[in-house]
């Protein structure tokens, strides 16, 4: 008897000794599809997924997104949440997740590839514009904004200065018009007030200074031009501390401005992929003789920046803007604008790379 046992013993610990731990195993989904490739759209996107193993798994990350994985590690099965943010360089991105479980002396991986194209448009208010990174490193919208904001309708009466949101010109009637095309090729027209997204009347004597680099009407993550926007591009600034009488400032870097032609210059902003011409025109307010008329000689991309505040409040504020001049291809310098004059809008992305 005790030779069977011994026997049965001997049978039992063989049996147990062949035993090997299960192979590692893991698996990826989602709630609605299990795919393992994402097309991640310049501005970022975030993605859920259920992680699913037999045995602890870790995350690893590869390539040249911006990835944040949270957690990084785990067991069994857990929601991981993949971040990924913005691509704000000139070119495409990609990187790789990798997650990994072993166990049974063996290892299993599950790998999440993500491809991440460059900031080329922007959809806001149902319209989609076109950006680019400019020769100073910034993000520009490089269509003009035709964002209706709230409480504001477009107008075509020369005289609603309060609205201060007008349709644009046509450079040949010279008036103002509602064309599909023309809207969509030139934009609206906007006092800098309707820009700036406050109510007629609030910029006044104390705190015209103090808009500089306001989000305004831009999408969120954009504002109107600095000061320092406009002088990165175009270098002088007539009336500003970037005027040649005071600072050179950014004159000798800016990538517009021509020390030959003493002035920022069309075509170079033109080559750069930022189109500009006069025939944007603007909405005239301030001189007496041509107060109320729309003017298709030149025109201005406003900034957000005070220049001056003169004695007669209606008509005379300034702001700091790119003066695009009479002659297609000619200069498109930066100058004082009458702050309710309407001009065209374009944004700059607030982060800088």
């Not at 795919?35 to 996107?45: H, I, L």
């Not at 306001?214 to 109107?224: D, L, Y």
């Not at 007669?312 to 310098?333: E, P, V, Y």
């Not at 065209?344 to 790379?353: E, G, Q």
Request: glycine content about 10%; proline content about 3%; aromatic content about 8%.
């Amino acid at each position: 008897m005790k030779k069977v046992m011994f026997g049965l013993i001997a049978v039992l610990v063989a049996t147990t000794a062949c035993q090997k731990d299960p192979a590692a195993e893991i698996s990826l989904g989602e709630d609605n599809a299990s795919a393992q490739d994402y097309s991640v759209p310049a501005a970022g996107a975030e993605y859920e997924i259920l992680v699913t193993a037999n045995y602890a798994w870790t995350a690893t990350i590869e390539g040249t997104c911006d990835v944040v994985v949270e957690p990084q590690q785990g067991k069994g099965g857990e929601k991981v949440v993949i971040t990924v943010g913005e691509n704000l360089s000139d070119n495409e991105l990609a990187s790789t997740v990798t997650f990994k479980a072993v166990g049974g002396d063996t290892e299993a991986v599950a790998p999440v590839s993500l491809k991440q194209g460059r900031l080329t448009s922007v959809e806001y208010g149902g319209v989609t514009y076109n950006v680019k990174k400019l020769a100073d490193g910034n993000f520009w919208f490089v269509d003009n904004l035709r964002y209706v904001p709230e409480g504001k309708t477009v107008s075509d009466d020369l005289s609603a200065i309060e609205n201060g949101v007008w349709y644009p010109i046509d450079a040949t009637a010279k008036a103002l018009t509602n064309n599909a095309d023309t809207v969509a090729k030139k934009g609206y027209l906007y006092n800098i007030e309707a820009a700036l997204g406050v109510a007629a009347g609030t910029v006044n004597t104390e705190n015209y200074l103090s808009f500089d680099g306001a989000r305004g009407i831009c999408p969120e993550g954009w504002h109107i031009p600095s000061l320092d926007d406009i002088a990165g591009l175009v270098g002088r600034v007539a009336a500003t501390k970037y005027d040649l009488k005071q600072d050179p400032g950014p004159i000798a870097t800016a990538p517009y401005w021509n020390a030959e032609a003493g002035a920022a210059l069309q075509s170079l902003a033109i080559a750069d992929g930022f189109p500009m011409t006069k025939s944007y025109g603007y909405i005239n307010v301030a001189a007496t003789a041509t107060k109320g008329t729309v003017l298709n000689v030149m025109s201005y991309i406003i900034s957000s920046y005070g220049i001056t505040k003169a004695a007669d409040q209606t008509f005379n504020n300034q702001f700091a803007g790119i003066m695009i001049a009479a002659t297609n291809g000619g200069s498109c310098s930066g100058a004082a604008c009458n702050y309710r004059s309407g001009v065209v809008v374009r944004c700059v992305k607030d982060v800088k790379k």
